[in-house]
Structures are given as structure tokens and as C-alpha cells.
């Protein structure tokens, strides 16, 4: 359910009706700072730790390898649709950033999940990466910028994927949000959460894994804020900072969304958590199905060339029933609507896109 609440609120925030009319927790920080909306990436990556932790074995090497391939080459096939231009399609993206964490995970998880230690091991690692990355982004010099610059197209990040990637990242431009360089400290975001979902294995009562994970999210927040003195909490960076604070934020949902479904005899009725469950079990299909309307409601024009059918559908059908940011909600809502319709029917049927 965790997972079902985070790809809706994806699905609500990248699909309103108008952009120019929508409310500001469900739009990114400009830069520096944070949204409601910057939360929903990383408690992605954070549950994709935890049900690592959760699983009672990790998959082989190969198979790792194989879901990432898989899941990258479906942020390749969203990156590309519909026109496939070959010359400046996107390489980096959610799905990848998914892909690249997921893998790296996945393997710390193979490597440590028989040793006692394993704990120590993967917190040491977790401290590594944020403190080097902090390092990078504030000392490092680089060809042609100037270290500790962390503007968009200033930053280390930026000439890295610049040096890599060329024209095949975010809009061809001078920066991407889901680059080489910071999909290192979102790796730390998802190895948190393999130690919360080895916690969650490991404790012996339901009341002592709410209280775990409520003060390891105290403990995160207030880190992230710490440090934010320092480095600014920026969701397109994933500076340290914002690792510490959204995962304790995650880890704290994570306790909220335990306590109140698995650890209460009289939780809430099911009619109320299936709907969430049926779309965190296919979350990736979700994802897919997402952006394949979104696109296609773009580039399909509709009735005639100057519209296309997503702009005739909004203002036609939403736009002169309420007022202007609610009526974007709604095709927002709509949207989710119509993906949920059909996961809920793959969920009765019990078919879930597992790569």
C-alpha cells in the first residue's frame, strides 16, 4: 500500500490538466528546498529497499542484472515514444535511476544479507557515499566549471552528464535531474531502506518495528535539517541532505502505513487499502501505462491540428465545470482513474509485471 500511495501521488502530480494552473504542493521546488511532490522519487527508491530486506531470498546476479536491463529498457521505450529519435533520446530517466539503484541494491543485499555485521556494513556505506558526494559537489574542481557551484548547468553532476551523455539527456539541455553523478547518493536512499526492511524481519513485535522506524525517521529528518545549514536540500541534486531527510520521512510513512494495515487486528476496512494495493503490486505497469497516455494524449491531434486530444478532453470536459486549478486536479484524478480501472482488473486476476 505504501508503494500504491507513492505511484498515485506520481501519477496526480506529472499528469495535471494545465501546468500553469497547479497547486503548489503537487508542483518540484524550483531549485533549492522542497515540495511534497520532491518526497514521492525517493519513498520509491526507499520501498524498492525495503521489499529487498523484505524478500526471504534475493535472486541470482543474472537475474538481478537481467530487471535492470529490463526496467531501463522500458525508461528507453518511454523516452522514445512515439517518434524514436534515436539522435537525442534521453538515457538517463526515472526508470533508469530505478534500474541503476535497484541493481546496486540488490547486490549489496546478495553480498551482506548472511553476515551478521550486515547492519554496520551497509549504514558505513550509506555514511561513505553522503559524505564523498557532499565532497564532490562542494570541493572537487572539474574541466571548464568551478567546484562548489551547484546551479543546474554549473554543477559537477551537469558537466559529467554533459561529458557522457551529450545530447541524450533531459530536453537535450545542459542538465538532468536523474544523472550518473547523483544516482550515487539515491543508491543510499534505497539502501536505507534494505535496512528497514531487515528490521522489519528481524524484530520480534509489531509495537518495536513502529517505534524503530519512527525514531530512525526522527533521526533522518533531523540530520537532513542539520545539514541542510550546509548543503541545500535539492531533490535534482539528491544532496545529502535530502537522502537523510526523505528517507526519514519515508521510514516514518513506512511506520504510519505499518501500524495502522498489518499491526492492527481491526486495521482499516479492505475496501479502502485494496485500491492502493492494486496499483503498488504492478507500480512499474503503472509507471509504463502512465507516461504511454500521457504522451499519446500530447502528440494525438485532436479535433483538428491546432489542439491535441489531451488540451480538447481538459477543456471540453473539466475546465468550464470548476475553477481553474481544481478542474486541473480533476483531469489529474481522471487520469488515475481510468489506470486504476485497468490494474484492478489485473490485480483480480492476479497478473503483475515483475520483470
Not at 504511454?292 to 475546465?319: H, N
Request: a positive charge; hydrophobic letters at 55%; charged letters at 10%.
Amino acid at each position: 500500500m505504501f508503494r500504491g500511495l507513492t505511484v498515485a501521488a506520481m501519477v496526480i502530480v506529472n499528469n495535471p490538466g494545465d501546468w500553469g494552473t497547479v497547486y503548489w504542493p503537487l508542483l518540484h521546488a524550483e531549485w533549492h528546498g522542497w515540495t511534497p511532490t520532491d518526497l514521492i522519487f525517493p519513498f520509491f527508491l526507499f520501498i524498492v529497499g525495503v521489499s529487498l530486506g523484505l524478500a526471504t531470498r534475493v535472486t541470482t546476479t543474472a537475474g538481478v542484472m537481467r530487471r535492470g536491463a529490463v526496467i531501463w529498457g522500458l525508461g528507453l521505450l518511454l523516452a522514445g515514444f512515439p517518434f524514436f529519435h534515436l539522435a537525442t533520446i534521453r538515457v538517463p530517466g526515472v526508470l533508469a535511476r530505478i534500474a541503476w539503484c535497484y541493481v546496486a541494491a540488490a547486490l549489496v543485499a546478495r553480498a551482506t544479507a548472511a553476515r551478521p555485521d550486515r547492519y554496520r556494513l551497509v549504514l558505513a556505506a550509506v555514511a561513505a557515499v553522503l559524505a564523498g558526494y557532499w565532497l564532490i559537489l562542494t570541493v572537487m574542481p572539474f574541466p571548464g566549471g568551478i567546484a562548489g557551484d551547484l546551479s543546474a548547468g554549473g554543477n559537477i553532476g551537469a558537466w559529467l552528464d554533459r561529458a557522457v551523455f551529450g545530447r541524450h539527456v533531459w530536453r537535450g539541455g545542459a542538465f538532468d535531474p536523474e544523472g550518473l553523478l547523483s544516482t550515487v547518493p539515491a543508491v543510499a536512499t534505497t539502501l536505507l531502506g534494505l535496512l528497514a526492511g531487515w528490521r522489519i524481519t528481524g524484530a520480534r513485535a509489531p509495537r518495536q518495528i513502529v517505534q524503530e522506524l519512527l525514531g530512525w525517521g526522527l533521526a533522518g529528518v533531523s540530520a537532513g535539517l542539520v545539514a541542510a545549514v550546509w548543503l541545500p536540500i535539492n531533490k535534482s541534486l539528491w544532496t545529502s541532505s535530502y537522502v537523510l531527510f526523505t528517507a526519514g520521512l519515508a521510514a516514518a510513512a513506512l511506520a504510519v502505513c505499518y501500524w495502522t494495515i498489518d499491526a492492527q487486528p481491526d486495521g482499516p476496512p479492505r475496501r479502502l487499502t485494496e485500491p492502493f494495493v492494486a496499483l503498488g503490486r504492478n507500480a512499474i505497469l503503472l509507471f509504463v501505462l502512465s507516461g504511454l497516455i500521457a504522451k499519446t494524449l500530447i502528440y494525438v491531434e485532436w479535433p483538428d491540428a491546432d489542439r491535441s486530444m489531451g488540451s480538447w478532453i481538459y477543456l471540453t470536459t473539466f475546465q468550464p465545470f470548476a475553477p481553474p486549478h481544481l478542474a486541473s486536479l480533476l483531469y489529474a484524478s481522471a487520469n488515475l482513474l481510468l489506470l486504476y480501472a485497468l490494474l484492478a482488473v489485473l490485480h483480480r486476476k492476479r497478473i503483475y509485471l515483475t520483470v
